[in-house]
């Protein structure tokens, strides 16, 4: 079994930035894909951004070039730093991970329990 923390999440104004950190613990081998989602009030979860491991970082449209995602392998990390927030940044978000645990001969997706951002105008 694998969980997700995450951290980070909160109130900030327009303009402002938060750093969101989620961190994978348990019986893990390796971490193939991490990444962020979010989902507003009424709204569809959708995809922020994911790292694949040893690969570049994809990217909504709606965050390019105000977000950037990063991990450290070393502690099974990954990290949203969200600058320049707007209003309709306002979600909760989900840290996501695609980790094959140790005997395991599959890879399987692990969610976090989800940190509110909410950014006022």
């Known amino acids: 079994q694998v969980q997700l923390v995450e951290s980070g999440g909160g109130l900030v104004q327009a303009g402002g930035s938060l750093r969101l950190s989620c961190a994978a613990s348990?019986?893990?081998?390796?971490?193939?894909?991490m990444g962020w989602y979010r989902q507003a009030s009424g709204k569809q979860r959708e995809l922020v951004a994911v790292?694949?491991?040893?690969?570049?970082?994809n990217y909504a449209t709606s965050v390019k070039d105000r977000f950037t995602i990063s991990r450290d392998n070393a502690k099974n990390t990954v990290y949203l730093q969200m600058n320049s927030l707007k209003p309709e940044d306002t979600a909760v978000y989900y840290c996501?991970?695609?980790?094959?645990?140790?005997?395991?001969?599959?890879?399987?997706?692990?969610w976090g329990q989800g940190t509110q951002v909410t950014v006022s105008s």
């Open positions: 348990g019986r893990i081998l390796s971490i193939n894909i």
């Open positions: 996501y991970a695609n980790v094959r645990t140790i005997l395991s001969a599959t890879w399987d997706d692990y």
């Open positions: 790292i694949p491991r040893g690969i570049n970082p």
